[in-house]
């Protein structure tokens, strides 16, 4: 059985767990992600990936207990991009879309979190359980989810770990959009044409940005984004894209975009 679907639809590539029972996630899961997020960032023809589990009671249960109970090691390979093969992809230029469509247990929260938006059916619970069980949510939670929430917020969920429902956290402004379970795939994919509509490059440009000045005070991102390390910002004004939506603007029609 393949553990890691993925189907395009135009410029989206969807991603979907399917690991009966929980879509948990062993070493050799994460390299199937870590490679299905690599044909993303690989293939100028996609410009955003959406994730999400097969069936609607389990996002993911995070990483499979069992598996490290017969002896696979937290430091196992994970293959590219780390856990969930995108919580550690560092170069990943094109953004991700979360599709929580059930519940997302520690690194399944996790997986969420490294992703730049989500959606989630309103029957969704994210919960962070490794302090539950002796561990820690090293696969990002304990370093994204203070940045995200306020962190007395961010601390309960981590030191207690409480399950907190997809209404609570789109209060919170973590989770974009909370739709029925039903709906839920029409509405990220909805969102993911939305993103797709955009120019290529100035999407890759944002995210670049964004990982680049992450931390800094606004003058500090200032000195980072007019410097020389950012090479999609440096391309954006003169690209082709660039002279193209300014014509589909003055023309009145939608720009064709081709990513340079």
């Known amino acids: 059985m393949t553990e890691v679907g993925t189907e395009r639809n135009g410029r989206i590539l969807e991603i979907t767990i399917d690991r009966p029972k929980a879509n948990a996630i062993t070493a050799a899961t994460s ?4 490679q299905a997020f690599q044909e993303l960032q690989d293939d100028e023809g996609l410009s955003v990936g959406i994730v999400t589990g097969a069936g609607d009671r389990f996002f993911s249960a995070g990483w499979d207990l069992k598996a490290a109970m017969e002896g696979e090691a937290p ?3 994970q293959g590219v991009g780390g856990f969930a093969g995108l919580t550690e992809h560092w170069n990943l230029k094109k953004p991700v879309i979360a599709a929580v469509n059930g519940m997302a247990m ?5 997986l969420a979190l490294a992703a730049d938006m989500i959606v989630a059916a309103e029957h969704a619970e994210f919960a962070l359980t490794e302090a539950a069980i002796g561990l820690v949510a090293d696969a990002g939670g304990v370093i994204r989810l203070p940045r995200r929430l306020p962190r007395a917020v961010a601390m309960e ?3 207690t770990s409480r399950r907190a429902t997809a209404p609570e956290l789109a209060k919170w402004g973590l989770v974009n959009e909370v739709v029925p379970g039903a709906e839920l795939m029409a509405a990220a994919r909805a969102l ?6 955009c120019a290529p490059l100035s999407l890759q440009a944002i995210k670049e940005i964004d990982r680049a000045t992450g931390g800094a005070t606004e003058r500090e991102a200032y000195g980072i984004m007019r410097g020389d390390g950012l090479p999609v910002y440096k391309r954006v004004y003169g690209s082709d894209d660039a002279s193209e939506g300014m014509a589909a603007w003055r023309d009145r029609r939608a720009p064709v975009w081709k990513g340079r």
């Not at 390299?31 to 870590?34: D, P």
């Not at 993911?192 to 509509?197: D, K, W």
């Open 192 to 197: 993911a044409e939305r993103v797709a509509a």
């Open 157 to 159: 969920l981590l030191m």
């Open 75 to 77: 430091d196992a390979d």
């Open 106 to 110: 520690g690194g399944g929260f996790e």
């Open 31 to 34: 390299q199937a992600l870590g």
